[in-house]
């Protein structure tokens, strides 16, 4: 167990590496000048030579992934060319939305998707089955922004019942911050449900055929209980495998969902930085939510063998 | 049976898709380009099925016209993404000594979520129909490389593998008559996916303003138009989403479909109890 | 305690209609060590499982016969009849110890769980008696165990921690379906010895169903042949080793290796595969496989008769004249 925790620490190490060096190709692949996208085509060539100093652009290219990783380490993701903040900083005021919007909607998600999973194997061989595939193909086959655009014309504008913009912080009131995210949270989750789902009820289905159940069942157990205790404990196991790609979709997604509703989070900060071409800040947002997902499937990896007493034991 | 009907279902649905997009010329009622600003933003009429849009254009005509690009591009992805990620999966799993270097590169590319990727690419290569192609690859390649990895690990410990190995073929041989044969099956699975991620994902670019040029008619670039007038005109909105959806749908269907007709076994496990 | 009256359970497939077990009868008294014997596909676990109403419905139906125990029809009986029934007046332990106990659950919690679904004891005292339970069954340092997750016991453990938390409401029968057949042949012994000192100790009827004539053969009172869904000879341990009268239970015996000084015994399989029990032909489902088969099997399906005293066999052949054949056949056989 402390064994495979190391290594699965260690692990971290090469990813980031790659991780790194896609980010700083992604700038690197720029065709042109970069100092010369971000200055505009009427700007002085000492301008743009200023800039290309300033970026360490005149330098051999290792030399600048050098110099650029050895600040990422300390924590410097660089200066914005658009507000000339730094990144770091522009990155910790806009995460807050962001990670309300993912927490939200985490919840929402497993608060639909454990109860279905169970309802539909406790209720086998009903309609029910068949309809919940088609619901969760459908999920995964609508884009986002149509959803999102169609519950604003539904919740926002037909029954406005919530507002279709902006967002207020927690700490101004848990009542304005949960009104404004909750719509946005419901169109991020829902996508996501029947992934989440699909895989509780196919390994609740799995385990519902072991002989262990069979055991419990003979020893007398209440069905209700042969069911939460048995069925589910030992189905969420393999559950927590697909965690990583939720939040993945989940990050993919407030990128969009944050542009539609107009909340000032990262995502939304990515999509701006893009059509400002301020270009540290996207190297610096993409960094960063690659990280994050990075350190997410790590602590799915570790909680898996935390919950499996046969990797935990070994 | 069921899942036979489906795959025919679906591959029905996408070929009509496909067929309308091809032969739009010969017979859609309107011009997608012509402009006629005392018709704009009316909703769906005999005329116009799907109403029209801010410029007087009629939507169904558009839409079916769009379905060209967004299809292309999803084809495009999938085979190109098909192609590489086969290329490099089947290569690290073939040969242990790269599979390390190789699988940590992916596990690189695979830290970020397909649409950040994306969309940072993009936004350096700039917003051309190949470079969202080039962009849309290198988002889902990885995961073809992981499947076919791990389909070539399984068929490598096969006994004639070790067979084919010992008179003396080449691995070349080998890879090409006795390995890449019996991965198909998920290989193909994996790429009616990635078709049909590529196709969501390249509507998001264009919704977010960075996908193909704003001029041309995709289903993305309609949807982003739409937006402003969303209280106004819904179903501007409403049908190119729903021509995503149901292109989408029909290839994620068939997807499962194949999978299940793969895999039989595996399947009949899921739906059926143990008999005692 | 236990009467079983013609009953016939069958299981509704895909393929067709599965008859598992097709008319059976007999009866269980306090106390007794009954032994079910017969391949695997002869219906004896499908017959086993009825007995506490434990098959998948569906696809198991119970279209005729009955089960009593202690007067109350079993297939009768409720959701919540059947829960009171199971583990705690019937108790039953299966094939796999290594995949009959939740591997993410501790040891002790399955045996609590096993206790608190009968008996309303607090937490502690339910505790003390898993332990004692453990104790009983011959796990040592249990204590400790309890906090022990199944993948760190050995089979033979896991066996008796099974057995353990079947004895845990003290039932009246015990059911053992194949306990010893995932099991090493010296730990199957140990396993035997302890089914057997249980059935000493605290008067538990057990039911021990096997396709492993050897394992009855140490334990049971009784011993009932099982073949394509009936059974085909019922006796004393005595009555179906050496007074056999069924030409599928003197093949059963004589596909049994038997180590004697000088080397094995020639061990003979039994030609032929069990009959599909979805169409049974017409005639003695045993007769494309025996032996002494003649034309009249072939029409005449035998019932279960009378021998002597309890020994009951269902063969065209009367005993005296099946006794001639076989050694007739042993003849040819040995030359």
């Known amino acids: 167990m402390l064994n495979y925790t190391i290594r699965r620490l260690l692990s971290v190490i090469p990813v980031m590496l790659v991780v790194s060096v896609i980010v700083f190709m992604i700038v690197h692949l720029t065709p042109g000048n970069p100092a010369f996208l971000i200055l505009g085509e009427d700007s002085s060539p000492e301008a743009i030579a200023d800039l290309e100093r300033e970026l360490g652009l005149d330098q051999a290219l290792y030399v600048q992934f050098f110099n650029w990783f050895s600040q990422v380490i300390t924590g410097d993701l660089g200066t914005s060319v658009y507000s000339s903040q730094s990144v770091t900083s522009l990155i910790a005021e806009n995460f807050g939305p962001t990670f309300s919007l993912m927490a939200l909607s985490t919840v929402i998600l497993l608060a639909i998707a454990i109860p279905v999973a169970i309802l539909i194997v406790a209720l086998r061989k009903t309609v029910l089955d068949p309809i919940f595939t088609s619901v969760s193909l459908f999920g995964v086959s609508v884009p986002e922004f149509w959803l999102a655009t169609l519950l604003v014309l539904g919740f926002g504008v037909a029954l406005p019942i919530f507002p279709v913009a902006g967002y207020v912080p927690f700490a101004e009131g848990a009542d304005a911050w949960l009104h404004h995210i909750l719509l946005p949270s419901f169109v991020l989750a829902i996508v996501e449900v029947g992934i989440i789902a699909r895989m509780l009820r196919d390994s609740m289905l799995d385990s519902v055929n072991q002989d262990y159940i069979k055991t419990a069942r003979a020893k007398g157990v209440k069905e209700r209980e042969v069911l939460m205790r048995h069925v589910f404990v030992n189905a969420l196991i393999p559950t927590t495998t697909v965690l990583g790609a939720t939040v993945a979709g989940l990050l993919g997604g407030t990128v969009i969902i944050e542009t539609l509703f107009t909340i000032p989070g990262i995502g ?14 996207v190297q610096g947002i993409v960094l960063f939510i690659a990280g994050i997902y ?9 909680l898996y063998t935390f919950l499996d007493p046969r990797i935990r034991y070994d | 049976m069921f899942t036979k009907k489906t795959n025919l279902l679906a591959l029905a649905m996408l070929l009509i898709v496909a067929l309308a997009a091809i032969t739009a010329s010969s017979w859609l009622p309107f011009s997608p380009a012509a402009i006629s600003p005392e018709q704009r933003l009316t909703g769906p009429s005999g005329a116009h099925w799907f109403g029209t849009d801010d410029f007087g254009r009629d939507i169904f005509s558009r839409t079916i016209v769009a379905a060209r690009v967004s299809l292309s591009v999803g084809v495009i992805v999938a085979v190109l993404s098909t192609v590489i990620g086969t290329v490099i999966g089947l290569i690290s799993g073939y040969f242990r000594k790269v599979d390390f270097v190789l699988m940590r590169i992916i596990d690189g590319f695979l830290a970020f979520p397909a649409l950040i990727l994306a969309l940072a690419l993009v936004a350096a290569l700039g917003g051309s129909i190949t470079n969202i192609i080039i962009a849309l690859t290198l988002a889902f390649f990885p995961v073809m490389a992981r499947v076919v990895r791990s389909a070539t690990l399984q068929v490598k410990n096969q006994s004639y ?6 008179t003396g073929s080449s691995h070349a041989v080998i890879i090409a008559k006795y390995v890449l044969p019996n991965i198909l099956s998920p290989v193909i699975v994996q790429s009616t996916f990635i078709f049909a991620k590529a196709i969501l994902a390249e509507a998001a670019l264009s919704f977010l303003g960075v996908g193909v040029n704003p001029s041309t008619p995709t289903w993305g670039n309609m949807l982003q138009e739409a937006q402003i007038y969303v209280t106004i005109a819904p179903w501007y909105s409403i049908f190119p989403g729903l021509a995503i959806v149901i ?10 479909g194949l999978r299940d007709s793969f895999n039989p076994h595996q399947a009949k496990r899921k739906r059926k109890t143990k008999l005692a | 305690m236990l009467q079983v009256e013609n009953l016939h359970v069958h299981l509704d497939t895909p393929g067709g209609l599965v008859k598992a077990v097709d008319g059976v009868s007999f009866s269980i008294q306090k106390g007794e060590t009954i032994g079910i014997v017969g391949e695997s596909g002869s219906g004896k676990s499908v017959l086993a499982h009825s007995l506490m109403k434990l098959n998948p419905e569906p696809p198991a139906l119970y279209p005729q016969g009955t089960i009593h125990f202690e007067g109350q029809p079993v297939l009768e009986m409720g959701k919540t009849e059947l829960r009171k029934l199971r583990g705690n007046d019937i108790a039953m332990i299966f094939q796999d110890p290594m995949s009959s106990l939740n591997p993410v659950s501790r040891i002790g919690k399955q045996l609590i769980e096993a206790i608190q679904a009968h008996q309303k004891r607090p937490k502690q005292q339910a505790r003390e008696k898993a332990i004692e339970l453990l104790e009983d069954v ?27 938390m079947a004895l845990a409401s003290n039932p009246k029968l015990l059911i053992a379906d194949e306990p010893t057949t995932a099991l090493d042949v010296t730990i199957q012994a140990q396993v035997l010895d302890l089914l057997k000192g249980i059935q000493e100790k605290y008067g538990t009827a057990i039911l021990v169903i096997t396709h492993d004539l050897g394992v009855v053969a140490h334990l049971a009172d009784r011993i009932l042949v099982m073949y394509a869904g009936k059974i085909v000879e019922s006796g004393s341990a005595e009555d179906i080793f050496y007074r056999t009268s069924m030409p599928y239970t003197w093949s059963l015996l004589r596909s049994v290796p ?3 000084e000088g080397g094995p015994e020639r061990l003979i399989p039994i030609d032929g595969q069990p009959p599909s029990l979805i169409d049974r032909p017409a005639g003695c489902a045993f007769e494309p496989r025996c032996p002494f088969a003649r034309d009249a099997c072939r029409q005449v399906d035998p019932p279960l008769e009378h021998r002597e005293s309890n020994h009951s066999a269902a063969c065209i052949l009367s005993s005296n004249e099946f006794e001639e054949q076989k050694k007739q056949l042993e003849g040819v056989l040995t030359t």
Request: no cysteine.
């Open chain 3, 258 to 260: 038997v180590i004697r």
């Open chain 2, 161 to 166: 593998i070790e067979a084919a190995q010992t």
């Open chain 2, 247 to 256: 292109t989408v749908l029909a290839l994620n269907l068939l997807g499962d």
């Open chain 3, 138 to 164: 011959g796990i040592a340092d249990a204590k400790a165990r309890m906090n022990s997750y199944p993948h760190q016991f050995s089979g033979g453990m896991r066996q008796r921690v099974l057995i353990a």
């Open chain 1, 294 to 302: 990075v350190f997410v499937n790590l602590l799915v990896d570790l």
């Open chain 1, 268 to 281: 939304q900060l990515l999509v701006d930085s893009i059509h400002r071409r301020d270009y540290p800040v």
